[in-house]
């Protein structure tokens, strides 16, 4: 292995638990944070001369405390806070405590989900610090500007740093209290797996492999809880389709993906985790959504689709989650089932600002419609617009595909739209 891929994969398995340590050495989690990067940085440098340490994790968190006391030192000018510095320490294991979470990552997660903090605070702090998601990530998980997420991230390590919040895990009886945001955690991290925000590649399953197995830990600390359930059962439908979603580099809609290679065990596996989270009787929005994913999962032909089941679900989910990315989906699912001109209905209701997905979905109302010029310029536009190399790849193979069918030209993004073609 060569020492940039050690590097990298160190940096997907011993992120979270540097950042960690150094958080609850220091206090600080801006500090931990640039004290992490200095050791990656350092091990770019060293590790070429040196090899690749037998124990990666710990010798990043070695290298990132040492710069921690190094900066402490020289930043602070009285004895106390040298002797602060000086007893700082890395323990042999994670702390003693009664929680129950036996798992390293999962317990770093339910530590950074703190009740003193907005849930979505919460979540944003855990991926950015634990999952190792940039800002940008970050805010387009949440549909914000990037600044207004860095904002966000400096209020929140201001409010811990201000309130004295500790970073501990909490005991037993008050997990639940926090299990909410640790499921939201959980939840986008698969979803930058699933369909990752920006880059060459749609799918990082290194990802959405780490989320799931966290969330069959969790299934376990909690099988009693039935959204728990329901984030696992939907994680699995989801990830049964990972083979098919991407060939030759382009994504490949539902509708194409060959359903002989999905993985029938994970579609067996989470269509029975949905069956015994529904029988709590206590739906929820991951359960709801794993109805939708079951939908899809179980139907052997795009024409056995229940696409007025997956509106009606859509509905339902709307009262947990009142979105405009879950009414965009109840409109596709609606155009499906009721015909494109009921779903482009819906969509006229929708703003969703530099969101590709929208324009994406009008053009293929329009191309089934047959309006295929319109459609090609919408799709020029959600090409202009979206995050990925597969993305843009297969809406540049729709545009042409409209451009031969109408024989007209597609308008750049950004010229003005003839009065008559308004939609």
């Known amino acids: 292995m060569d020492v940039e891929t050690a590097v990298a994969e160190a940096f997907r398995e011993e992120w979270g638990q540097v950042v960690a340590t150094l958080i609850r050495i220091t206090g600080d989690w801006d500090l931990a944070e640039e004290c992490a990067q200095e050791a990656f940085a350092l091990a770019l440098r060293t590790w070429p001369r040196d090899g690749v ?35 700082m320490h890395v323990p042999d294991g994670p702390d003693l405590d009664d929680s129950g979470v ?19 605070a919460q979540v944003a702090l855990a991926l950015r610090t634990l999952a190792g998601l940039s800002t940008a990530e970050i805010a387009r998980a949440f549909l914000v500007p990037e600044a207004t997420m860095s904002q966000r991230l400096v209020r929140v390590k201001r409010k811990i740093r201000n309130a004295g919040i500790p970073y501990r895990v909490p005991p037993a009886h008050l997990l639940p209290e926090r299990t909410a945001a640790v499921l939201g955690v959980l939840y986008l991290t698969f979803n930058e797996g699933y369909s990752a925000s920006a880059g060459p590649d749609l799918l990082r399953p ?33 990830h049964a389709r990972r083979a098919t979603r991407v060939d030759a580099g382009q994504l ?32 929820g929005p991951y359960q709801i959504q794993a109805a939708i994913a079951a939908c899809h999962a179980t139907a052997a032909r795009p024409a056995d689709t229940d696409w007025p ?24 699912a609606v155009g499906m089932a009721d015909g494109p001109l009921a ?81």
Not at 68 to 79: I, L, P, Q
Not at 219 to 237: H, I, S, T
Not at 254 to 275: H, K, M, S
């Open 206 to 238: 290194d990802l959405a492999a780490e989320a799931i197995r966290l969330a069959r830990v969790l299934a376990q600390l909690m099988p009693d809880e039935p959204d728990v359930l329901g984030l696992l059962a939907l994680m699995l439908l989801q």
């Open 309 to 332: 089941q997956i509106a009606g679900l859509y509905r339902e989910l709307r009262k947990h989650v009142p979105s405009a990315v879950v009414e965009l989906n109840r409109a596709v």
């Open 252 to 283: 490949v809609p539902l509708e194409e993906q060959d359903r002989t290679r999905w993985d029938a065990g994970e579609i067996a596996e989470g269509t029975q985790v949905l069956e015994t989270a529904l029988r709590r009787r206590r739906p």
């Open 102 to 120: 036996t798992d390293d990552r999962l317990r770093l997660i339910f530590t950074c989900c703190h009740p003193a903090l907005a849930t979505e």
């Open 53 to 87: 340490p037998k124990r990666p994790g710990a010798w990043l968190t070695t290298a990132a405390r040492n710069r921690a006391t190094d900066r402490r030192r020289r930043e602070t000018a009285g004895a106390a806070k040298l002797r602060e510095a000086a007893l």
């Open 343 to 423: 779903g482009l209905a819906l969509l006229d209701a929708l703003t969703m600002d530099g969101y590709h997905l929208l324009p994406a979905t009008r053009a293929d109302f329009l191309r089934r419609l047959g309006r295929h010029a319109e459609a090609a310029d919408w799709y020029a536009q959600a090409r202009d617009l979206a995050p990925t190399e597969a993305e843009r790849t297969y809406l540049t193979r729709r545009i042409s595909e409209a451009v031969s069918v109408s024989g007209g030209p597609v308008r750049r993004s950004g010229e003005p739209r003839p009065p008559e073609e308004s939609p």
